[in-house]
Protein backbone atom coordinates (compact mmCIF):
# COMPACT_ATOMS: atom_id res chain seq x y z
CA UNK A 1 0.00 0.00 0.00
CA UNK A 2 1.59 3.83 -0.78
CA UNK A 3 1.56 5.62 2.49
CA UNK A 4 1.29 8.58 0.27
CA UNK A 5 -2.30 8.36 -0.54
CA UNK A 6 -3.38 8.78 3.07
CA UNK A 7 -1.17 11.49 3.24
CA UNK A 8 -2.54 14.70 2.06
CA UNK A 9 -6.37 16.17 2.30
CA UNK A 10 -9.00 13.45 3.96
CA UNK A 11 -9.03 9.70 4.65
CA UNK A 12 -11.28 8.16 1.55
CA UNK A 13 -11.76 4.62 2.76
CA UNK A 14 -15.27 5.05 3.30
CA UNK A 15 -15.48 6.11 0.05
CA UNK A 16 -13.97 3.02 -1.57
CA UNK A 17 -15.47 0.54 0.66
CA UNK A 18 -19.14 2.00 -0.17
CA UNK A 19 -19.14 1.45 -3.70
CA UNK A 20 -21.03 -1.30 -4.89
CA UNK A 21 -20.18 -1.39 -8.34
CA UNK A 22 -24.03 -0.79 -9.32
CA UNK A 23 -23.05 1.39 -12.22
CA UNK A 24 -25.86 4.43 -11.17
CA UNK A 25 -23.29 6.88 -11.77
CA UNK A 26 -22.99 6.26 -15.11
CA UNK A 27 -26.34 6.81 -16.39
CA UNK A 28 -25.60 10.61 -14.54
CA UNK A 29 -22.37 11.33 -15.50
CA UNK A 30 -21.75 13.59 -18.21
CA UNK A 31 -18.33 12.31 -19.22
CA UNK A 32 -19.30 8.54 -19.10
CA UNK A 33 -22.39 9.70 -21.31
CA UNK A 34 -20.38 11.27 -23.88
CA UNK A 35 -17.30 9.26 -24.11
CA UNK A 36 -18.79 5.71 -22.96
CA UNK A 37 -15.57 4.97 -21.28
CA UNK A 38 -15.47 3.56 -17.89
CA UNK A 39 -12.02 4.70 -16.90
CA UNK A 40 -14.15 8.46 -17.20
CA UNK A 41 -16.45 7.55 -15.20
CA UNK A 42 -16.82 7.24 -11.28
CA UNK A 43 -17.33 3.79 -11.02
CA UNK A 44 -14.09 3.01 -13.11
CA UNK A 45 -11.94 5.72 -11.47
CA UNK A 46 -12.91 4.26 -7.89
CA UNK A 47 -11.85 1.09 -9.56
CA UNK A 48 -8.25 2.43 -10.90
CA UNK A 49 -7.93 4.43 -7.67
CA UNK A 50 -7.83 1.69 -5.21
CA UNK A 51 -5.26 -0.29 -7.54
CA UNK A 52 -3.18 2.96 -7.01
CA UNK A 53 -3.80 3.27 -3.26
CA UNK A 54 -3.19 -0.50 -3.56
CA UNK A 55 0.21 0.18 -5.21
CA UNK A 56 -0.96 -1.79 -8.21
CA UNK A 57 -0.48 1.35 -10.32
CA UNK A 58 1.60 3.79 -10.36
CA UNK A 59 0.80 8.16 -9.71
CA UNK A 60 1.85 8.52 -12.99
CA UNK A 61 1.10 10.72 -15.69
CA UNK A 62 -1.63 7.90 -17.44
CA UNK A 63 -3.21 8.36 -14.08
CA UNK A 64 -3.15 12.07 -13.71
CA UNK A 65 -4.71 12.50 -17.47
CA UNK A 66 -7.69 9.82 -16.32
CA UNK A 67 -7.97 12.08 -12.77
CA UNK A 68 -8.42 15.39 -15.23
CA UNK A 69 -11.72 14.01 -16.06
CA UNK A 70 -14.44 15.23 -13.72
CA UNK A 71 -16.41 18.39 -14.06
CA UNK A 72 -16.97 18.83 -10.24
CA UNK A 73 -20.52 18.73 -11.11
CA UNK A 74 -22.13 16.76 -7.88
CA UNK A 75 -24.64 14.46 -9.88
CA UNK A 76 -22.70 11.20 -9.33
CA UNK A 77 -23.19 12.04 -5.27
CA UNK A 78 -26.64 12.99 -5.61
CA UNK A 79 -27.29 9.76 -7.13
CA UNK A 80 -25.24 7.88 -5.53
CA UNK A 81 -27.32 4.80 -3.61
CA UNK A 82 -24.49 3.97 -1.63
CA UNK A 83 -23.65 7.36 -0.78
CA UNK A 84 -20.19 7.56 -1.88
CA UNK A 85 -18.77 11.44 -2.21
CA UNK A 86 -16.63 10.68 -5.87
CA UNK A 87 -16.22 14.80 -6.18
CA UNK A 88 -14.54 14.76 -2.88
CA UNK A 89 -12.34 11.71 -3.77
CA UNK A 90 -11.57 13.01 -7.14
CA UNK A 91 -9.62 15.99 -5.14
CA UNK A 92 -8.00 13.78 -2.78
CA UNK A 93 -6.55 12.03 -5.44
CA UNK A 94 -5.69 15.10 -7.80
CA UNK A 95 -3.71 16.07 -4.05
CA UNK A 96 -2.18 12.76 -4.13
CA UNK A 97 -1.10 13.27 -7.18
CA UNK A 98 0.33 16.78 -6.70
CA UNK A 99 2.56 14.76 -3.59
CA UNK A 100 3.76 12.69 -6.00
CA UNK A 101 5.03 15.88 -8.47
CA UNK A 102 2.54 15.68 -11.00
CA UNK A 103 1.37 19.30 -11.15
CA UNK A 104 3.34 19.97 -13.99
CA UNK A 105 5.36 23.91 -14.61
CA UNK A 106 2.63 25.72 -16.48
CA UNK A 107 -0.22 25.18 -13.40
CA UNK A 108 2.35 25.16 -10.54
CA UNK A 109 3.69 28.65 -11.87
CA UNK A 110 -0.18 30.19 -12.22
CA UNK A 111 -1.39 28.17 -8.75
CA UNK A 112 2.10 29.38 -6.67
CA UNK A 113 3.29 32.37 -8.51
CA UNK A 114 0.60 34.52 -9.70
CA UNK A 115 -3.04 32.63 -7.86
CA UNK A 116 -0.91 32.39 -4.22
CA UNK A 117 -0.28 36.13 -3.88
CA UNK A 118 -3.10 37.41 -6.10
CA UNK A 119 -1.32 41.12 -6.98
CA UNK A 120 0.05 39.53 -9.94
CA UNK A 121 -2.98 38.14 -11.11
CA UNK A 122 -4.44 41.60 -12.50
CA UNK A 123 -1.36 42.76 -14.64
CA UNK A 124 -1.02 39.42 -16.12
CA UNK A 125 -4.42 38.78 -17.23
CA UNK A 126 -4.19 42.45 -18.64
CA UNK A 127 -1.23 41.92 -20.37
CA UNK A 128 -2.03 38.48 -21.44
CA UNK A 129 -5.44 40.33 -23.23
CA UNK A 130 -3.20 42.98 -24.97
CA UNK A 131 -1.20 40.31 -26.77
CA UNK A 132 -3.63 38.51 -27.90
CA UNK A 133 -5.65 41.11 -29.27
CA UNK A 134 -2.39 41.54 -30.89
CA UNK A 135 -1.93 38.31 -32.44
CA UNK A 136 -5.19 38.36 -33.74
CA UNK A 137 -4.24 40.71 -36.04
CA UNK A 138 -0.81 39.84 -37.41
CA UNK A 139 -1.41 36.08 -37.30
CA UNK A 140 -3.59 35.29 -40.56
CA UNK A 141 -6.87 33.44 -40.69
CA UNK A 142 -5.81 29.84 -42.79
CA UNK A 143 -2.67 29.80 -40.17
CA UNK A 144 -2.50 26.75 -37.80
CA UNK A 145 -0.89 28.50 -35.23
CA UNK A 146 -4.50 30.13 -34.77
CA UNK A 147 -5.80 27.42 -32.93
CA UNK A 148 -2.80 27.10 -30.41
CA UNK A 149 -4.26 30.42 -29.73
CA UNK A 150 -8.22 31.64 -27.80
CA UNK A 151 -8.66 33.33 -31.17
CA UNK A 152 -10.88 32.54 -34.29
CA UNK A 153 -9.58 29.47 -35.69
CA UNK A 154 -11.65 27.41 -38.10
CA UNK A 155 -14.94 25.38 -36.82
CA UNK A 156 -13.44 24.92 -33.06
CA UNK A 157 -12.61 28.40 -32.34
CA UNK A 158 -12.90 29.82 -29.00
CA UNK A 159 -14.50 33.08 -27.92
CA UNK A 160 -13.12 34.46 -24.61
CA UNK A 161 -13.88 37.84 -22.95
CA UNK A 162 -11.32 39.72 -22.59
CA UNK A 163 -10.66 41.16 -19.18
CA UNK A 164 -11.01 44.76 -17.96
CA UNK A 165 -8.08 47.33 -18.35
CA UNK A 166 -8.59 47.50 -14.61
CA UNK A 167 -9.73 45.02 -12.13
CA UNK A 168 -12.73 45.34 -10.00
CA UNK A 169 -10.32 45.85 -6.83
CA UNK A 170 -8.11 48.37 -7.84
CA UNK A 171 -11.59 50.52 -8.66
CA UNK A 172 -13.66 49.64 -5.78
CA UNK A 173 -11.78 48.06 -3.26
CA UNK A 174 -13.02 49.95 0.10
CA UNK A 175 -15.81 50.63 2.43
CA UNK A 176 -19.35 51.43 -0.15
CA UNK A 177 -21.87 53.26 2.91
CA UNK A 178 -26.28 53.09 2.28
CA UNK A 179 -26.99 56.14 1.85
CA UNK A 180 -29.49 56.95 5.60
CA UNK A 181 -29.76 54.89 8.31
CA UNK A 182 -27.25 51.69 7.69
CA UNK A 183 -29.28 47.95 8.23
CA UNK A 184 -25.59 45.97 8.61
CA UNK A 185 -22.28 45.36 6.74
CA UNK A 186 -21.31 42.84 4.42
CA UNK A 187 -17.85 42.18 3.60
CA UNK A 188 -18.31 41.14 -0.10
CA UNK A 189 -16.22 38.65 -1.69
CA UNK A 190 -15.48 39.25 -5.08
CA UNK A 191 -13.89 36.34 -6.93
CA UNK A 192 -11.09 36.34 -9.41
CA UNK A 193 -13.45 35.63 -13.03
CA UNK A 194 -15.43 39.54 -11.45
CA UNK A 195 -12.40 41.00 -10.48
CA UNK A 196 -11.14 40.44 -13.94
CA UNK A 197 -13.72 40.13 -16.66
CA UNK A 198 -17.16 40.33 -15.04
CA UNK A 199 -16.93 43.88 -12.90
CA UNK A 200 -20.34 44.61 -13.69
CA UNK A 201 -21.35 42.15 -11.36
CA UNK A 202 -19.38 43.96 -8.31
CA UNK A 203 -20.73 46.94 -9.20
CA UNK A 204 -24.45 45.59 -9.24
CA UNK A 205 -23.78 43.89 -6.04
CA UNK A 206 -23.01 47.17 -4.33
CA UNK A 207 -26.26 48.98 -6.00
CA UNK A 208 -28.00 46.68 -4.78
CA UNK A 209 -27.19 45.91 -1.28
CA UNK A 210 -26.25 49.83 -0.68
CA UNK A 211 -30.23 50.45 -2.03
CA UNK A 212 -31.66 48.10 0.44
CA UNK A 213 -29.69 49.71 3.06
CA UNK A 214 -26.02 47.55 3.98
CA UNK A 215 -22.92 48.80 3.67
CA UNK A 216 -20.66 46.87 1.40
CA UNK A 217 -17.14 46.64 2.58
CA UNK A 218 -14.72 45.31 -0.07
CA UNK A 219 -11.16 44.33 0.94
CA UNK A 220 -8.44 45.34 -1.60
CA UNK A 221 -6.45 42.68 -0.18
CA UNK A 222 -8.65 39.52 -0.58
CA UNK A 223 -7.36 37.64 -3.68
CA UNK A 224 -8.59 34.19 -4.62
CA UNK A 225 -10.79 31.72 -2.80
CA UNK A 226 -8.17 28.94 -3.38
CA UNK A 227 -10.86 27.10 -5.17
CA UNK A 228 -8.66 26.45 -8.90
CA UNK A 229 -5.61 25.35 -6.58
CA UNK A 230 -7.79 22.81 -4.62
CA UNK A 231 -9.74 21.63 -8.07
CA UNK A 232 -5.66 20.96 -9.39
CA UNK A 233 -5.08 19.59 -5.95
CA UNK A 234 -2.72 21.76 -4.60
CA UNK A 235 -3.48 21.96 -1.12
CA UNK A 236 -0.90 24.36 -0.02
CA UNK A 237 -1.68 26.69 -2.21
CA UNK A 238 -5.53 26.17 -1.47
CA UNK A 239 -5.25 26.28 2.36
CA UNK A 240 -2.58 29.51 2.28
CA UNK A 241 -5.68 31.42 0.29
CA UNK A 242 -8.47 30.44 2.50
CA UNK A 243 -5.83 31.24 5.90
CA UNK A 244 -5.58 34.52 4.42
CA UNK A 245 -9.16 35.79 3.64
CA UNK A 246 -10.40 34.13 6.96
CA UNK A 247 -7.44 37.04 8.18
CA UNK A 248 -8.96 39.67 6.01
CA UNK A 249 -12.69 38.43 7.10
CA UNK A 250 -12.04 38.84 10.84
CA UNK A 251 -10.61 42.28 10.82
CA UNK A 252 -13.56 43.28 8.82
CA UNK A 253 -16.29 44.11 11.34
CA UNK A 254 -18.55 43.19 9.17
CA UNK A 255 -21.64 41.15 9.74
CA UNK A 256 -21.85 38.47 7.32
CA UNK A 257 -19.67 37.36 4.18
CA UNK A 258 -21.89 37.42 0.47
CA UNK A 259 -19.99 35.91 -2.81
CA UNK A 260 -21.82 36.48 -6.33
CA UNK A 261 -20.07 33.05 -7.56
CA UNK A 262 -21.28 29.74 -6.86
CA UNK A 263 -17.99 28.07 -7.14
CA UNK A 264 -16.34 30.90 -4.65
CA UNK A 265 -19.80 30.18 -1.99
CA UNK A 266 -19.26 26.08 -2.36
CA UNK A 267 -15.61 26.64 -1.74
CA UNK A 268 -16.17 28.71 1.77
CA UNK A 269 -19.56 26.75 2.59
CA UNK A 270 -17.96 22.44 2.26
CA UNK A 271 -14.59 22.77 1.58
CA UNK A 272 -13.12 25.47 3.89
CA UNK A 273 -13.92 23.41 6.97
CA UNK A 274 -12.25 20.29 5.22
CA UNK A 275 -9.48 22.44 4.85
CA UNK A 276 -9.56 23.27 8.74
CA UNK A 277 -10.37 26.41 7.98
CA UNK A 278 -13.46 28.22 10.06
CA UNK A 279 -14.39 31.88 8.70
CA UNK A 280 -15.21 34.03 11.55
CA UNK A 281 -18.33 35.45 9.55
CA UNK A 282 -21.61 33.25 8.16
CA UNK A 283 -21.22 32.78 4.41
CA UNK A 284 -24.39 33.89 2.57
CA UNK A 285 -24.55 33.66 -1.57
CA UNK A 286 -25.54 37.03 -2.17
CA UNK A 287 -29.15 36.68 -3.17
CA UNK A 288 -29.69 34.18 -0.14
CA UNK A 289 -28.68 37.19 2.33
CA UNK A 290 -31.02 39.46 1.11
CA UNK A 291 -33.91 37.32 0.02
CA UNK A 292 -34.18 34.45 2.83
CA UNK A 293 -31.58 35.59 5.60
CA UNK A 294 -33.47 38.93 5.49
CA UNK A 295 -36.34 38.76 3.43
CA UNK A 296 -36.25 41.32 1.47
CA UNK A 297 -38.12 41.47 -1.88
CA UNK A 298 -37.22 42.65 -5.33
CA UNK A 299 -38.85 45.16 -7.10
CA UNK A 300 -41.24 44.24 -10.03
CA UNK A 301 -39.73 45.27 -13.59
CA UNK A 302 -41.91 43.86 -16.61
CA UNK A 303 -40.03 45.76 -19.24
CA UNK A 304 -36.99 43.09 -18.47
CA UNK A 305 -36.18 40.68 -21.42
CA UNK A 306 -37.87 37.48 -21.26
CA UNK A 307 -34.88 35.40 -19.09
CA UNK A 308 -33.83 32.17 -18.31
CA UNK A 309 -31.78 30.87 -15.43
CA UNK A 310 -28.54 28.67 -15.77
CA UNK A 311 -28.65 26.85 -12.38
CA UNK A 312 -24.68 26.47 -11.78
CA UNK A 313 -23.77 23.22 -9.93
CA UNK A 314 -22.13 24.59 -7.23
CA UNK A 315 -25.58 26.63 -6.20
CA UNK A 316 -27.88 24.01 -6.53
CA UNK A 317 -26.18 20.54 -5.50
CA UNK A 318 -23.17 22.82 -4.32
CA UNK A 319 -24.68 24.86 -1.36
CA UNK A 320 -28.23 23.11 -2.13
CA UNK A 321 -29.99 26.36 -3.38
CA UNK A 322 -32.07 25.19 -6.15
CA UNK A 323 -34.86 27.17 -6.34
CA UNK A 324 -34.36 30.66 -3.98
CA UNK A 325 -32.60 32.33 -7.54
CA UNK A 326 -35.65 31.07 -9.63
CA UNK A 327 -37.98 32.49 -6.67
CA UNK A 328 -36.19 35.96 -6.30
CA UNK A 329 -36.10 35.99 -10.66
CA UNK A 330 -39.77 35.25 -10.52
CA UNK A 331 -40.68 38.26 -8.00
CA UNK A 332 -38.61 40.46 -9.93
CA UNK A 333 -39.98 39.66 -13.76
CA UNK A 334 -43.37 38.04 -13.40
CA UNK A 335 -44.36 36.33 -16.38
CA UNK A 336 -40.67 37.49 -18.52
CA UNK A 337 -39.17 34.97 -16.22
CA UNK A 338 -39.58 31.32 -17.88
CA UNK A 339 -37.81 28.98 -15.63
CA UNK A 340 -34.32 27.49 -15.29
CA UNK A 341 -33.37 25.57 -18.57
CA UNK A 342 -32.26 21.94 -18.10
CA UNK A 343 -31.52 22.39 -14.24
CA UNK A 344 -30.53 19.05 -13.14
CA UNK A 345 -27.16 19.58 -16.00
CA UNK A 346 -23.56 20.62 -15.76
CA UNK A 347 -23.16 23.52 -18.36
CA UNK A 348 -19.97 21.91 -18.90
CA UNK A 349 -17.47 24.09 -17.59
CA UNK A 350 -16.19 22.25 -14.98
CA UNK A 351 -13.41 25.39 -13.86
CA UNK A 352 -10.74 24.96 -16.36
CA UNK A 353 -11.68 21.51 -17.69
CA UNK A 354 -13.43 22.99 -20.92
CA UNK A 355 -9.95 24.80 -21.96
CA UNK A 356 -8.00 21.28 -22.41
CA UNK A 357 -11.07 18.97 -23.33
CA UNK A 358 -13.61 21.78 -25.07
CA UNK A 359 -14.72 18.89 -27.40
CA UNK A 360 -15.95 16.76 -24.67
CA UNK A 361 -18.46 19.37 -23.56
CA UNK A 362 -18.95 21.31 -25.83
CA UNK A 363 -22.60 20.37 -26.48
CA UNK A 364 -23.80 21.05 -23.03
CA UNK A 365 -23.03 24.99 -23.74
CA UNK A 366 -24.91 24.22 -26.84
CA UNK A 367 -27.45 22.39 -25.16
CA UNK A 368 -28.44 25.17 -22.48
CA UNK A 369 -28.65 27.66 -25.19
CA UNK A 370 -30.76 25.34 -27.27
CA UNK A 371 -32.89 24.86 -24.17
CA UNK A 372 -33.30 29.00 -23.90
CA UNK A 373 -34.48 29.33 -27.36
CA UNK A 374 -36.73 26.06 -27.24
CA UNK A 375 -38.78 28.26 -24.44
CA UNK A 376 -38.78 31.29 -26.26
CA UNK A 377 -36.20 33.16 -23.82
CA UNK A 378 -34.27 36.38 -24.69
CA UNK A 379 -31.77 36.35 -22.03
CA UNK A 380 -29.65 34.02 -19.97
CA UNK A 381 -29.77 34.84 -16.06
CA UNK A 382 -27.07 32.83 -13.62
CA UNK A 383 -25.22 33.32 -10.81
CA UNK A 384 -21.65 32.11 -11.28
CA UNK A 385 -18.88 34.00 -13.40
CA UNK A 386 -17.45 30.82 -14.05
CA UNK A 387 -20.79 29.39 -16.24
CA UNK A 388 -20.84 32.46 -17.24
CA UNK A 389 -17.45 32.75 -19.33
CA UNK A 390 -18.03 29.37 -20.44
CA UNK A 391 -22.05 29.93 -21.50
CA UNK A 392 -20.59 33.59 -23.66
CA UNK A 393 -19.13 31.02 -26.15
CA UNK A 394 -22.45 29.24 -26.80
CA UNK A 395 -24.43 32.07 -26.37
CA UNK A 396 -22.40 34.06 -28.97
CA UNK A 397 -21.51 31.40 -31.46
CA UNK A 398 -25.16 30.68 -31.65
CA UNK A 399 -26.41 34.58 -32.16
CA UNK A 400 -27.87 35.50 -29.04
CA UNK A 401 -26.82 38.01 -26.71
CA UNK A 402 -24.28 36.92 -23.59
CA UNK A 403 -25.34 35.93 -20.58
CA UNK A 404 -25.85 38.07 -17.19
CA UNK A 405 -25.25 37.47 -13.53
CA UNK A 406 -28.18 37.55 -11.64
CA UNK A 407 -27.54 40.70 -9.67
CA UNK A 408 -27.29 42.45 -12.66
CA UNK A 409 -30.80 41.78 -13.38
CA UNK A 410 -31.89 42.43 -9.69
CA UNK A 411 -29.84 45.89 -9.85
CA UNK A 412 -31.49 47.05 -13.35
CA UNK A 413 -33.17 50.55 -12.57
CA UNK A 414 -32.37 50.65 -8.68
CA UNK A 415 -32.26 53.85 -8.22
CA UNK A 416 -28.17 54.62 -6.36
S1 LIG B 1 -23.45 4.90 -8.12
FE1 LIG B 1 -22.16 4.93 -6.28
S2 LIG B 1 -22.13 2.81 -5.57
FE2 LIG B 1 -22.86 2.76 -7.67
S3 LIG B 1 -20.97 2.43 -8.91
FE3 LIG B 1 -21.31 4.66 -8.81
S4 LIG B 1 -20.09 5.33 -7.06
FE4 LIG B 1 -20.31 3.10 -6.85
S1 LIG C 1 -18.75 15.05 -10.48
FE1 LIG C 1 -19.85 15.03 -12.45
S2 LIG C 1 -18.27 14.84 -14.05
FE2 LIG C 1 -17.34 14.28 -12.04
S3 LIG C 1 -17.57 12.05 -11.99
FE3 LIG C 1 -19.34 12.92 -10.89
S4 LIG C 1 -20.95 13.08 -12.47
FE4 LIG C 1 -18.99 12.77 -13.56
Known amino acids: MDDNFYRHLWVEEDNFLRCLRCGKCLSVCPLYQRSKRESLSPRGKIAILEKARDGALPLDAVLAERMEHCLHCMR ?35 LRLLLKRGRLLPPFTE ?45 YAGLHRAPGKSRGKVFYFVG ?43 IATAR ?16 ALVVACASCGHMFKEEYPRLGIKLSLPVYDSVEYLNTIDGREFNRRTDLPRTVFHLPCHLGRGQGLTHLHQKALAQ ?83 EE
Open 332 to 414: RLGKNFLGAVLPEECCGAGGTYHLKHYQMTRDMGEAKVRAMQDLGGELMVTSCPGCMLYLDEALTKAGMPTSRHILEALAEGV
Open 127 to 171: TTARLVSILDIIIPRTSRWRSLLPIPAGNNYRIFPRPKAKSFLAE
Open 240 to 255: YRAGSLAKEVADSGSD
Open 192 to 234: CATNLVYTQIGVALIKLYNSMGYDVFISGEQGCCGFPALGYGD
Open 76 to 110: CRVDCPAGVDFPRLILSARAELVAAGRLGTMKSLI
